[in-house]
């Protein structure tokens, strides 16, 4: 470009950029505005967390609405979150303020008033989620002409979010079905901090796609990190839901956290909803003893809006400390000022996870700082072998160590047959277009980018199902529309989302609500929500609202939830960990006594050459260091193909980490010599099923039947490739 690209943007950005006192245009900046200026291809912008990265695509896309306006919304943005989505329109209204550029946004917390505004004069900027759009396409079919005829851009924020995910699927085939109201085929903008691979991006951008996509390599510079990983024993909890009366107040555990983020604008992510609550409890229960302020905060899904943007709020405001403890909700590009750490608790399931939450650190010049902090019940002697391993320890270390080493992301995994998905956009298909014969419904469904690989056969077994079970009725004139049935599921407003939502319970202190629990506690029972200890007072069953009042103490409440899913590559580094004599700097003193002690241990029962240890008596322990779904795999192998034969039983473990079983007819040696036989002869990945076995993992496999279940199940949900490929080497 051989113009200076500041004068190639609108008037109204020059001016905003003097005003804002920018003394130039970051890199990532020039580059986009070169794609976007003198190319008509697809563009993926990938750099570090507060790199300019949103300035960088709406500058020179916001410029060429300017200087030739379009006939219908010109910008399609779609977000992971309603929280990013009302940051990202913040700051888009500031921007266009002067620019008569309008900007909407759309989701389930905006009012009719302001959708109608879009609806009745489409312009500018619309900002949405899947889940709206969904509901776009479905019931305001005889608008989208007018909605997005004139499209020029779609920009997908976090696109890392979404790529592994059904949201993702439904966000490629949602952009096919809009194709068909477009007078050219609008331009793609990808957006994300944390991708490895970039040629596996660019084909997912470009699905359903002619344009080509560009990547602009830009280095940002290595930004400072600061890490430090601690670990500390607890005493053994019991398994209640109430915390012990006679713990401590300020345990070493809870008072290392506390010193480390008092004062301080600090971030507390947690893998689960029940290990945010629990903290914050804790802190706020040591602040008390020692008399200093409450600055603290929750944040996740089942808190309520308000007080979710109370502790956003907290976090901007630049005068007083807010510590704020949160699930992956706050992982994404909320704008929360400029922190000064993060707090880890135990380790996450991916790199990219631990980049995006460090991320959230280190702006405006500043190092990016994490602690992580593990801990572990305290051993009481007769532990078995497996549980004496600090696994996640190990796993925290495998994550940074596979960065700092490789830069190595978890790359884009292929789903051959999400047929949840293909269940939701078939009913979604015909709830919006109403009758349509078999021949125009397979024609307009196979051909989203998420269904290349599923053939008509499988289609044809669905919709047999599907009529079957009157989802979908066949009219005389031998056309399908939604059935009675199907009518119950695509009027709720939980249709538009692919992704499981709980019913849960509404909580309310008087009027105030404070959030939702899956499961209602019964009256006078306490649990734990907001970082605070409630007491039932009443529960209506038929509205799902609970009645609380708050009380001193702490308690516990638990949701529904999964594992993460972990890649091989970091369980084959965690082995790596414990094998290797590197000393990791950013270990602290309990950290490093503890990861000693694992690697003597580790050295002592030979874990390195043997997989597979005898316990004692008839008990063995297999530790395979694979990932999720080969894990997955291997268990299936040992209780479908080998346990009748070797009188293998009990087989029970942590995911992802070891298997502890029984047997009976054979010796580790016979073991390992199946598998690896198994491995080299090559395994059906149907062989792994039982009988019947139709395993639901997605949110409408409840409709599929029982044969398409057991196809995805068998190569989606599990790796027979990987774990023969590894097994081998056993």
């Not at 697809?42 to 896309?61: C, D, N, R």
């Not at 490895?196 to 470009?206: A, H, K, P, T």
């Not at 079957?468 to 049935?485: M, P, R, S």
């Not at 030979?606 to 291997?634: C, D, K, M």
Request: proline share 6%; hydrophobic share 40%.
């Amino acid at each position: 470009m051989k113009e200076n690209p500041f004068f190639r943007l609108a008037p109204f950005i020059q001016e905003f950029i003097y005003t804002h006192g920018w003394t130039e245009l970051r890199a990532i900046q020039i580059e986009a505005c070169r794609v976007i200026f003198e190319t008509d291809a697809h563009l993926l912008l990938a750099t570090g967390t507060a790199s300019g990265k949103t300035e960088a695509a709406f500058l020179p896309v916001l410029t060429i609405l300017y200087n030739d306006p379009p006939e219908s919304v010109g910008v399609l943005y779609i977000g992971p979150t309603k929280a990013l989505i009302n940051d990202q329109f913040i700051r888009l209204n500031d921007l266009l303020q002067e620019a008569n550029i309008p900007v909407f946004h759309w989701h389930g917390d905006v009012p009719l008033t302001e959708k109608m505004k879009v609806l009745n004069n489409p312009q500018g900027v619309l900002q949405i989620t899947p889940e709206s759009l969904e509901a776009l396409l479905m019931h305001r079919k005889t608008q989208l002409q007018k909605l997005f005829g004139d499209l020029r851009f779609v920009i997908i924020d976090e696109v890392h979010v979404f790529m592994n995910s059904d949201r993702g699927r439904q966000i490629l085939a949602q952009l096919g079905r809009l194709k068909v109201y477009h007078k050219q085929e609008p331009r793609r903008i990808g957006l994300s901090a944390t991708l490895g691979d970039y040629s596996e991006v660019e084909e997912w951008l470009r699905s359903g796609s002619t344009r080509p996509v560009i990547t602009p390599r830009v280095s940002a510079g290595e930004q400072k990190i600061r890490l430090a990983l601690e670990h500390f024993f607890i005493a053994k909890m019991e398994k209640t839901t109430r915390e012990p009366e006679n713990e401590p107040v300020v345990n070493p555990y809870y008072e290392y956290i506390f010193d480390n983020t008092w004062k301080r604008k600090c971030l507390i992510f947690s893998n689960s909803k029940e290990e945010a609550e629990s903290m914050l409890s804790s802190l706020r229960l040591v602040a008390k003893a020692k008399k200093a302020p409450d600055f603290y905060h929750m944040h996740h899904g089942s808190i309520s809006a308000p007080l979710r943007e109370m502790a956003e709020d907290a976090m901007r405001s630049p005068y007083l400390p807010a510590i704020v403890a949160a699930t992956t909700t706050l992982e994404l590009g909320i704008d929360v000022g400029p922190l000064e750490r993060i707090i880890q608790l135990e380790a996450p399931y991916s790199v990219s996870s631990f980049l995006q939450r460090l991320g959230r650190s280190g702006r405006r010049g500043n190092p990016q700082e994490m602690i992580m902090v593990f801990k572990e019940e305290e051993p009481i002697g007769h532990e078995i072998l497996p549980q004496q391993f600090p696994w996640m320890l190990l796993q925290g270390i495998a994550i940074i160590q596979l960065y700092l080493e490789e830069r190595w992301i978890e790359p884009l995994r292929l789903v051959r047959y999400p047929f949840s998905l293909l269940y939701h956009q078939t009913m979604a298909i015909l709830a919006s277009q109403g009758e349509l014969r078999f021949s125009e419904l397979a024609e307009r469904v196979l051909q989203l980018p998420p269904f290349v690989h599923i053939p008509i056969e499988d289609f044809k077994e669905l919709i047999r199902h599907l009529i079957k079970i009157d989802h979908i009725e066949q009219t005389e004139e031998g056309g399908l529309i939604v059935g009675l049935k199907g009518e119950d599921v695509v009027r709720s407003f939980r249709f538009y989302a692919v992704f499981p939502d709980d019913d849960e319970y509404s909580v309310k202190e008087g009027s105030e609500e404070i959030g939702s629990v899956a499961y209602p506690p019964p009256p006078g029972e306490r649990f734990g929500l907001a970082g605070k200890t409630w007491e039932v007072l009443d529960v209506d069953q038929k509205r799902k609202i609970i009645l609380v009042r708050g009380v001193e103490g702490k308690a516990l409440t638990t949701w529904p939830g999964p594992y993460g899913v972990i890649h091989t590559r970091i369980k084959q580094r965690m082995k790596q960990v414990l094998f290797e004599d590197l000393e990791y700097s950013y270990l602290q003193p309990k950290a490093r006594a503890r990861l000693k002690e694992a690697r003597n241990l580790a050295r002592m029962v030979g874990l390195e050459q043997n997989h597979i240890l005898a316990l004692g008596g008839n008990t063995y322990a297999l530790f395979p260091w694979l990932g999720t779904r080969s894990f997955r795999t291997i268990t299936r192998v040992i209780k479908h193909l080998l346990a009748s034969e070797l009188g293998i039983s009990n087989v029970e473990g942590e995911p992802s980490n070891y298997l502890i079983f029984k047997m009976e007819k054979g010796n580790v040696e016979e073991l390992r010599q199946r598998l690896v036989a198994l491995a080299n002869e090559g395994i059906a990945p149907e062989s792994l099923l039982g009988g019947n076995e139709a395993p639901v993992m997605q949110k409408y496999d409840q409709y599929i039947p029982g044969k398409l279940l057991r196809k995805a199940f068998a190569y989606d949900h599990l790796d027979v490739e990987e774990f023969s490929q590894i097994v081998k080497g056993w």
